[in-house]
């Protein structure tokens, strides 16, 4: 094998990044984290690196990886990340290596035109509105034309419109080597040329589907490659629960009856009882719904299991789904779609047994209903073992990276809930100046968080905040009730433009943060990690309250339970170490380039007066720090 450049010079001040990139400054950690990482993919090994913001963690696998001549897949938290890597860092590193590697891209199913579907449901013509229809044609007409068949080419469509349903397929209503169109589907192309691709770019979610061979997963991509290279890599430990377990959602069966009507009108028009069937099962699925009553929420399934109205539901449904069996037995062998239909009316039939029965250890049973769907689940607690033992099946590299995996300085936490405990570690401090470009306030006086008007006071210690950073800011909730208070109680305090979750989608939102410069957006969860507003459009985070886990969620509740019954710490051990990477990743959202300057404020006074505070303090980055507006205000006031 020819000799590799060294990894140093390539990356520093004279190699040909630093001639290609206007702007390129050579990184140590960069540096660190490519040798490191190029090390274990010669290997065979495995690494936990954790880097922080600004370290260059793109750069410093994909040299590595484009160098190893294997071929080397690579998952990312979501499909805009992969976007990212795919068209914007991956070309350029290759063209900058001179490596003409075979790249590919794939996404999940849902993103692929079907043909099929296409088929039926055209022949059917079943829409529930004009605009669907309408839609419809606007499909058909692109169909004839493209040639990835991945639908983010038609741009006019939004990502939720009820059209893609009926265009693309799932894992369920697939007929795969039974199709009529498996020489030409979209889907089955991008899966052949992920499969002879050097380096692939996937997503979390395919990966473990994957892995788990199921759902949209084929079990093709893990077998041939000699490195695996996870980033965001703190999403999997959630990630996993969600593979390793089983769910099956209102829409599913909604859909189900759908395709069978859609099946009869083609395949079986003499069959009235058919159409009756599969009404019978929409309504029942939409009953079981109103059985869970109104508003969302998330609870353990022993919290309903013995409510007369769901217990009914639930037997409707299951007697529902058995006469829709009885239905399409006989007929099944008409054609693919009522077969196919036949396979999945069983298949949901004992998954609603499963996911109703008795709990089998070391998992939970928890449903979910939000507007007018819901899902039941069955949610292992522990996912280090079945993910150990595909890794140790696997024969190949493994790295695990992100900016938020430990805690302090131990990465613990992370490694023991996926079974990595063997596995390299690796921690890289951001580059950045952080005493200088940030100040860490934590506000006097503030009440204990769980008592009445907590919010209030916290809206009151952000004012004076808000007025000196000129809006700029983000306000992060740990919970919906404390952002719709704290957006009542800002309304009209304010010089600059409030900016609610929930008012407009969440893409929507960040537009108009970064577009007006001086707003103030109200947040939860979801804006808590994968947000990147550069510059001085944000330079404030302001958080409510340390963001433990909601102890009542049936999941965290279940692990917490289990810890306990085996004579362990589960706050220490679960839920303070959770906290901490989520608020890690709340606190990245400030500084994001080197000439950023930000304020983050605290609100909640545990993080300083209770013993576990230290492990907050000692796993943020090393900002100035204060407990004085006043230096807040001298701070934005040399801007
Ligand atoms: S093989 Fe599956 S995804 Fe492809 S066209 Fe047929 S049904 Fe659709």
Not at 590 to 602: K, M, N
Request: proline share 6%; net charge negative; hydrophobic share 40%.
């Amino acid at each position: 094998m020819e000799e590799r450049r060294p990894l140093a010079e390539l990356l520093g001040p004279d190699g040909p990044f630093a001639e290609r990139i206007d702007g390129y400054a050579p990184r140590s950690a960069q540096l660190a984290m490519a040798e490191a990482v190029e090390r274990t993919l010669d290997d065979c090994g495995r690494l936990i690196v954790e880097a922080g913001t600004g370290t260059g963690k793109t750069f410093a696998y994909l040299v590595p990886a484009l160098r190893s001549g294997g071929k080397v897949i690579i998952s990312t938290g979501t499909k805009a990340l992969q976007d990212q890597l795919y068209h914007r860092d991956l070309p350029l590193v290759a063209e900058t290596l001179g490596i003409p590697a075979r790249t590919a891209l794939l996404k999940g199913r849902s993103n692929y035109l079907c043909r099929h579907r296409l088929e039926v449901n055209a022949e059917s013509g079943r829409f529930r509105s004009r605009e669907m229809a309408f839609r419809f044609q606007r499909v058909r007409e692109w169909s004839a034309a493209t040639r990835s068949g991945d639908i983010a080419e038609i741009g006019d469509i939004p990502e939720d419109s009820p059209v893609w349903p009926y265009v693309t397929s799932t894992g369920d209503n697939c007929l795969g080597q039974e199709c009529a169109h498996v020489g030409d589907c979209f889907l089955i192309r991008a899966r052949r040329s992920a499969q002879e691709a050097d380096l692939l770019v996937i997503n979390h979610h395919l990966f473990f589907a994957d892995m788990a061979l199921r759902g949209e997963g084929f079990g093709e991509l893990l077998p041939g490659a000699n490195a695996v290279i996870l980033d965001e890599a703190h999403q999997l430990p959630e990630a996993a629960s969600a593979f390793f377990g089983l769910a099956v959602s209102g829409r599913q069966l909604l859909e189900l009856a759908q395709d069978a009507l859609t099946e009869q009108v083609r395949e079986a028009p003499d069959m009235a009882s058919l159409a009756r069937a599969a009404e019978g099962l929409e309504k029942a699925a939409r009953d079981l719904r109103l059985a869970f009553g109104p508003g969302d929420r998330r609870a353990a399934w022993s919290e309903v299991e013995r409510d007369a109205g769901v217990g009914s539901a639930l037997d409707e449904l299951r007697s529902r789904l058995a006469a829709l069996n009885a239905v399409l037995e006989p007929v099944a062998a008409r054609g693919k779609g009522l077969e196919s239909c036949q396979r999945r009316t069983r298949e949901l039939g004992e998954a609603i047994d499963q996911l109703t029965g008795d709990t089998p250890p070391g998992q939970v049973h928890w449903f979910e209903t939000r507007g007018r769907g819901f899902t039941l689940h069955l949610t292992p607690l522990n996912v280090a073992a079945p993910l150990r033992a595909h890794m140790d099946a696997q024969k190949c590299a493994w790295v695990f990276t992100s900016a938020t995996l430990a805690v302090g300085d131990s990465f613990r936490h992370f490694s023991a809930r996926l079974g990595l405990e063997d596995a390299e570690t690796l921690q890289l401090p951001s580059p950045f100046d952080y005493p200088s470009q940030a100040l860490w306030y934590v506000p006097r006086g503030l009440p204990q968080p769980n008592t009445p008007g907590y919010t209030r006071a916290v809206v009151d210690a952000a004012l004076p905040v808000l007025v000196a950073s000129r809006g700029r800011a983000f306000l992060l909730f740990t919970s919906h009730r404390a952002l719709r208070e704290a957006a009542d109680l800002l309304e009209g305090r304010l010089d600059y433009p409030l900016l609610v979750q929930g008012t407009a989608p969440r893409s929507e939102l960040l537009r108009r943060f970064r577009e007006l410069g001086n707003a103030v957006l109200l947040g939860t969860s979801s804006f808590w990690e994968g947000v990147d507003v550069r510059g001085e459009a944000l330079s404030c985070v302001i958080i409510d309250k340390l963001p433990f886990a909601a102890p009542n969620d049936p999941v965290v509740k279940a692990r917490i339970d289990t810890l306990r019954e085996e004579g362990r710490e589960p706050f220490i051990e679960f839920q303070v170490p959770s906290a901490v990477i989520t608020l890690k990743q709340g606190t990245g959202r400030l500084i994001r380039d080197v000439s950023d300057r930000g304020v983050l404020v605290i609100c909640d006074p545990r993080l300083l007066r209770r013993g576990y505070g230290h492990a907050f303090l000692d796993s943020l980055p090393p900002m100035a720090r204060t407990r004085d507006v006043a230096d807040v205000e001298r701070f934005f006031a040399v801007e």
